[in-house]
């Protein structure tokens, strides 16, 4: 049974798949009736439930990849446009925290097709190989090794805009766009190497970028949720675009 999924997975991703697709809902998956006049506090528990779910190890028989952590293969955030003069380039990223998401509220606006929700998540680590080469502060900074980016109490607002297709006769969501708001209370930042090891100038300059982490990442913000909207749209659109809709919000 492991064998097959795998698999199927596999040669989807060479989207050599045939439509429809198959797919099966874990037993403890939380589904929500889109008449219940509790919709909105219903979502919120699937949500939350969802996350906790895919966590580590994905739901394979749902096309859902593993979110806790969160690998992703590059992330490229262009330069800032007050303290932060640089493009930082990332690869081998992985992203710690998600499966312990508290979700606060959802809304699905049936009509416009636009799901919002908001979840709250006290720790949010990136660990990744970092390659940047430019300017924070007005200080000239370049270097490449490992980075620890660390966010707390993190509020993370989803916006997903919904647009309906056909399909063999049955009606499924493709993602139209994905807007991410992320808001951490605290940031803690680590960069190794800096400056081809110098390690007295990387420590002063580390301690500058942690002692400002306000500034500077409220000039990364937009970039930063923009690369992990991208991730998120793709998760998602993986999800909707095999299976209907009618499986997800029952009538
Ligand atoms: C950083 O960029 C500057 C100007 O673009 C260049 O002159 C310099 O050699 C670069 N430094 C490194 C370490 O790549
Ligand atoms: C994060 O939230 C917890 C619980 O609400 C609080 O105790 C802690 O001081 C907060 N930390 C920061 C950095 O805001």
Same mark, same amino acid.
Not at 27 to 35: D, P
Not at 71 to 91: D, P, R, W
Not at 130 to 155: A, C, M, R, W
Not at 225 to 246: C, D, L, M, Q, R
């Given at each position: ?12 991703? #060479? ?7 198959? +797919?099966?809902?874990?037993? $403890? ?19 939350? $439930? ?39 380039? +990332? @690869?081998?990223? *992985?992203?710690?925290? =998600? ?5 606060? $509220? #959802? ?9 919002? !929700?908001?979840?709250?998540?006290? *720790?949010?680590?990136?660990? #990744? ?51 991410? @708001? =992320? ?32 500034? =500077? ?14 991730? !998120?749209? @793709?998760?998602?659109? &993986?999800?909707? *675009?095999?299976?209907?809709? &009618?499986? =997800? !919000?029952?009538?």
């Amino acid at each position: 049974m492991k064998l097959v999924l795998l698999v199927a997975i596999f040669a989807n991703s #060479a989207f050599t798949h045939k439509f429809p697709f198959t +797919y099966k809902f874990p037993e $403890n998956f939380h589904t929500c009736h889109v008449t219940d006049p509790q919709l909105d506090n219903c979502l919120k528990i699937t949500i939350e $439930n969802a996350l906790r779910l895919i966590g580590s190890t994905g739901i394979p028989s749902l096309y859902l990849r593993a979110i806790d952590p969160l690998k992703v293969t590059k992330i490229e955030i262009g330069a800032g446009t007050n303290a932060v003069n640089l493009v930082q380039k +990332y @690869s081998d990223v *992985s992203l710690h925290g =998600i499966a312990s998401s508290k979700v606060e $509220n #959802a809304h699905l606006d049936i009509d416009r097709k636009v799901l919002t !929700f908001e979840i709250f998540i006290p *720790s949010l680590t990136q660990e #990744a190989h970092y390659d940047i080469n430019g300017s924070i502060l007005v200080v000239p900074v370049y270097g490449n090794g490992k980075s620890v980016q660390k966010l707390f109490n993190v509020t993370v607002i989803s916006t997903i805009t919904f647009e309906e297709e056909t399909k063999n006769g049955e009606s499924y969501f493709k993602v139209q766009s994905y807007k991410l @708001s =992320i808001d951490p209370r605290k940031g803690e930042y680590r960069f190794d190497n800096m400056f081809d090891g110098d390690e007295r100038l990387g420590a002063t300059i580390l301690k500058t970028l942690n002692d400002n982490w306000k500034a =500077i990442y409220d000039d990364i913000r937009s970039g930063l949720e923009g690369a992990y909207a991208a991730v !998120f749209k @793709s998760i998602t659109n &993986g999800f909707f *675009s095999k299976i209907p809709n &009618g499986e =997800i !919000f029952l009538k």
